[in-house]
């Protein structure tokens, strides 16, 4: 299976599980591949609420994501490369915590 697919089953089952949450939730068109024809609205691969996500699916290539987080039984990940911003990542059961907590 390409990347490319794996992708497109990452956004679906995404979308279904916020839309099954009761959260406004849905995939952009071919994945925001045509977002400077059609503008930022088309950009990210997904729309949660007036959040934009980018999935990323590999076979094997988050190892070391997967290993921190059970490295202590954690909750949320930070994550920087040098020179670059933290970028936080977490378990999808705190996100929707988080969202419904919002909402």
């Known amino acids: 299976m390409s990347n490319k697919d794996r992708g497109r089953i990452l956004e679906k089952e995404t979308e279904k599980f916020w839309q099954e949450h009761g959260f406004d939730c849905q995939r952009v068109f071919a994945s925001g591949q045509y977002k400077d024809q059609l503008g930022e609205e088309f950009s990210g691969d997904v ?5 934009k996500i980018e999935a990323k699916r590999r076979k094997g290539g988050f190892k070391l994501l997967y290993d ?6 954690a909750d949320i990940l930070v ?17 929707l915590e988080l969202m419904k907590e919002k909402k």
Do not use: G, N
């Not at 994550?79 to 996100?95: F, G």
């Open 47 to 51: 729309r949660l609420e007036k959040y």
């Open 68 to 73: 921190a987080f059970e490295q202590d039984d």
């Open 79 to 95: 994550i920087r490369q040098d020179r670059a911003r933290r970028l936080y990542v977490l378990e999808e059961s705190v996100l």
